[in-house]
């Protein structure tokens, strides 16, 4: 289970007071991850104009105040309520999602993309892997069929070609427009899933 804010102090006494320092350092930690910065929690309260102890109550580790900022990094699955049992369908629904993601957080995950590329640098945060455990969550069905796919390295490859980083290059480099670029992508992924269903028959 993912890290989560405190919530039981979240919810007694001064709540609404407690909901605007919430808030607060959630904002300031998104317009850090935009700057290309991966501050702590206790970077993130100094910026604020808050205690540490006091952000430590609301957030007790990066991961938590990461998922309240960016609420898709805290899950394990894209697929939402009542998931289709179909391969295909499951995956397109994975991609639909993971692509809102890229659409509403571009700009952090840009920073974040460059500062992983420093040298020396400790990977950041948001460079954490989870999109390939969402689309070996959306493979899921084919570990029990008994069909003998590698679900582990399919997923590696579905997230190579659908990503920030293919998705910066279709942009910047190729010249796409946003939803081309994610077409190429959608594409690209269904493309490796067929050819690896075809191969099974």
Do not use: C
């Amino acid at each position: 289970m993912a890290p989560r804010s405190n919530e039981k102090y979240l919810d007694t006494g001064r709540v609404r007071q407690k909901a605007r320092t919430r808030e607060q350092l959630v904002a300031v930690l998104r317009d850090l991850l935009k700057d290309g910065q991966d501050p702590s929690v206790a970077d993130v309260a100094a910026i604020a104009g808050i205690s540490r102890t006091t952000a430590y109550r609301y957030f007790p580790d990066k991961e938590a105040l990461l998922h309240a900022a960016l609420p898709e990094t805290g899950l394990g699955s894209l697929l939402g309520e009542d998931p289709p049992s179909d391969i295909h369908a499951r995956l397109e629904r994975t991609l639909d999602a993971h692509f809102e993601f890229i659409r509403a957080w571009e700009p952090q995950l840009r920073a974040s993309l460059r500062l992983s590329l420093t040298p020396g640098a400790a990977r950041p945060t948001l460079r954490g892997g989870r999109a390939v455990g969402w689309y070996r969550d959306a493979l899921a069905p084919l570990e029990s069929n008994g069909a003998g796919v590698d679900t582990a390295a399919l997923a590696v490859r579905l997230r190579a070609v659908a990503g920030i980083e293919p998705y910066v290059w279709l942009r910047d480099v190729a010249g796409l427009r946003p939803d081309q670029a994610f077409s190429a992508m959608r594409a690209n992924a269904l493309d490796i899933l067929g050819a690896e269903m075809s191969r099974q028959q």
